[in-house]
């Protein structure tokens, strides 16, 4: 009968640090060195391990989200250029060709 119980307490413990990483609102001065130091001198080392570990992931998602817009926009940029070549190419073939019809008379 106690060994199910062993097994459960490191599950709550588990389950009560990542609900502690949910609770916090993950901005810059949550994710700062001090209010992390503070974390782990108040609340415990695992909890200011996982308040960092959250920040990283966050940062790391909103970097990603940041090349992606970028990326986006970088292939706007190219489509639009292309276009633009493409429309001054036709109209100066078309002109060429009107001057060497001319010429050819």
Do not use: W
Request: with cysteine.
């Amino acid at each position: 009968m106690i060994r199910p119980f062993l097994f459960t307490i490191p599950l709550l413990l588990v389950g009560a640090s990542n609900s502690f990483a949910n609770e916090l609102d993950i901005t810059d001065a949550t994710c700062s060195v001090s209010y992390i130091n503070e974390v782990a001198q108040k609340e415990g080392l695992e909890k200011a391990q996982t308040l960092a570990e959250n920040c990283i992931a966050e940062g790391y998602t909103d970097l990603k989200s940041q090349f992606s817009k970028a990326g986006d926009s970088l292939m706007d940029h190219y489509e639009s250029a292309k276009n633009f070549i493409n429309d001054k190419t036709d109209e100066y073939s078309e002109k060429a060709e009107n001057i060497k019809k001319e010429l050819m008379r």
